[in-house]
């Protein structure tokens, strides 16, 4: 397993940013795609955002479009979240997880994710 790291979260207001990260001290990162998901109290699971191995594709939902960027340092070897005009809505434990299988198809897309991490706690505040 890669035993995925996330930091970053923490308590903002709203229409601020935040960046999340996400790492693993066993394993490189660049042979993977990496997603960021999302958990709040009470609700599922949402995913948010993929990004492939080699950087050049990248799949957002529409919660997260237009307000969040994924990318990925290879040398850090850390996959990021860029947060801007956050709202209390974005209140939730955000998690990154390793795709077992990604590919294009008109869109890009990611499936099979595991290897999650613990999660970094995001609060926004109105």
């Known amino acids: 397993q890669l035993q995925l790291v996330e930091s970053g979260g923490g308590l903002v207001q709203s229409g601020g940013s935040l960046t999340l990260s996400c790492t693993t001290a066993?394993?490189?990162?660049?042979?993977?795609?990496i997603g960021w998901f999302r958990q709040a109290p009470g609700k599922e699971r949402e995913e948010l955002s993929c990004i492939s191995a080699e950087g050049g594709a990248t799949s957002y939902v529409n919660s997260a479009k237009d307000r969040f960027t994924i990318s990925r340092d290879y040398a850090k070897n850390m996959v990021y979240l860029k947060m801007n005009f956050l709202k209390p809505e974005d209140t939730a434990v955000y998690y990154c997880a390793r795709a077992g299988r990604d590919y294009y198809n008109g869109t890009y897309y990611c499936e099979n994710y595991d290897d999650w991490g613990q999660g970094t706690q995001v609060t926004v505040s109105s």
């Open positions: 066993r394993f490189t990162l660049v042979s993977y795609a």
